[in-house]
Structures are given as structure tokens and as C-alpha cells.
């Protein structure tokens, strides 16, 4: 079983707050992914990250930050959260060519 | 046009059928994910692939490198089966990050 966790699972928050989603591994993956799923749509890579202190942007632009301070955590921030980043956003890791693990997702709504 | 396609998009079969999804991409890859997303959201990997077949309990799953094109098999399919199959593309060379296709919505009625 993968050992990856995301927190919150759900979350209801409005506009104009700051929301960091959380997500841990304990496998010691080196490399570690955000997905952002729109209801009905594909995922989309928004983050990724090679190791601690590397992070790179995606194929899909988004607002939001992350940073990678420990191998095993990997939050992503909205610094103000807008309907428009209401989305299911999934973490996920790996290492070397291996497949990856995923986390639960943390739905998100903003109202 | 995505660069992963899906077919079909929604599936409904009886219990017992034998189950085919189809995936076809458009980009050179190192290697070609089948994913299963139950309605919780949580996603599974279930095959990673980069040439011939592979075959885990009643799932089987191939690919045909020149053909660009992947295949997604369940046999004796079961209500619990009922999932969205994801296939997804890990592209050659830089990012490691995926490229979905839309999925398929499966649903198996006893």
C-alpha cells in the first residue's frame, strides 16, 4: 500500500482566504507531483518537485505555490483562494522511473 | 485535440463481460500509465508499461509502440470493477510528470 496522505480531504472555504493543502509521504521518494482535476476533466500537472529545494511549474498554469523544505512534504498554497480554484487537487510521488503513488485528493471549494 | 485520447468515454456492461478500453497518444513517450480512479477520487496505478503486455488477476493491459496505442483489458468483469480508467502518458525526456486522457466511466451491473 502507497503511504502517501493528503490533508484536508474536503475543504469549504471562501474567497479571499489562504489555504495550504498538505501532503506527506513516507517512502522517501525523491520526486513529488500536484494534479489539479476539474469535475469531468482530465488531471493536469500544476507542480512538481526533483528533491528539497526543487520546484517547477507544470503543464497547467496555476496560481498557487509550493515548496519542498523536506523530502517527505510537499504543500501546495493559494495565498487568496478564488471560486475559480475550486478543483480536486491530488499529490502524488515516486522514485527513479518507478510508477507513482497518489494520495486521496483534497476536494477543494471556494465560495 | 488531446495528446492522450480515450475511448470509449462511458461503458456500461453486464456482469461477466469482457472489457476493453482503448487509449491512443499522439507523443513520444517512455512509458504508459493505466490508472484507476474510484468515486472517492483516489487514484490506483494499476500498469506501467513500455512495450508488449502485462497482466495482474483479470486485468490485462498492452501496447503497440508504433501504433501509438494502448489497451486496457478486464475479464470476467465485476460490479467492482465499476471505476474511471485513466490512461496517462509519461512523455520522454524532462518532466516526469503525467499526461491524462479524460478517462473512462465504467460501470458493470450485476
Known amino acids: 500500500e502507497a503511504d502517501i496522505y493528503q490533508t484536508p480531504r474536503y475543504l469549504v472555504i471562501g474567497t479571499g482566504k489562504k489555504i495550504t493543502l498538505e501532503c506527506s509521504q513516507t517512502?522517501?521518494?525523491?520526486?513529488m507531483y500536484w494534479y489539479q482535476q476539474d469535475p469531468g476533466m482530465e488531471l493536469h500537472l500544476i507542480h512538481y518537485?526533483?528533491?528539497?529545494?526543487?520546484?517547477e511549474k507544470g503543464d497547467l498554469s496555476s496560481e498557487s505555490t509550493v515548496s519542498r523544505i523536506r523530502t517527505e512534504h510537499f504543500p501546495l498554497t493559494l495565498e487568496s483562494a478564488r471560486p475559480s480554484h475550486t478543483s480536486q487537487y491530488l499529490c502524488?510521488?515516486?522514485?527513479?522511473?518507478?510508477?507513482?503513488?497518489f494520495g486521496d485528493g483534497t476536494r477543494l471549494s471556494i465560495l | 485535440k488531446n495528446e492522450v485520447e480515450q475511448s470509449p468515454q462511458n461503458l456500461t456492461a453486464q456482469e461477466g463481460e469482457f472489457i476493453t478500453i482503448n487509449c491512443s497518444y499522439s507523443?513520444?513517450?517512455?512509458?504508459l500509465h493505466w490508472l484507476q480512479q474510484h468515486p472517492g477520487g483516489g487514484i490506483v496505478s494499476l500498469f506501467m508499461?513500455?512495450?508488449g503486455k502485462k497482466k495482474h488477476g483479470r486485468l490485462i493491459a498492452t501496447i503497440n509502440i508504433q501504433e501509438k496505442h494502448s489497451s486496457l483489458h478486464i475479464t470476467a468483469s465485476h460490479p467492482r470493477d465499476s471505476a474511471v480508467y485513466i490512461c496517462?502518458?509519461?512523455?520522454?525526456?524532462?518532466?516526469?510528470?503525467?499526461?491524462f486522457g479524460k478517462g473512462t466511466h465504467l460501470i458493470i451491473q450485476p
Open positions: 507523443v513520444g513517450i517512455s512509458a
Open positions: 517512502m522517501g521518494h525523491d520526486k
Open positions: 518537485s526533483y528533491g528539497v529545494n526543487s520546484t
Open positions: 508499461l513500455s512495450s
Open positions: 502524488a510521488s515516486n522514485s527513479g522511473g518507478q510508477p507513482q503513488h
Open positions: 496517462a502518458a509519461l512523455k520522454g525526456g524532462g518532466a516526469d510528470g503525467l499526461t
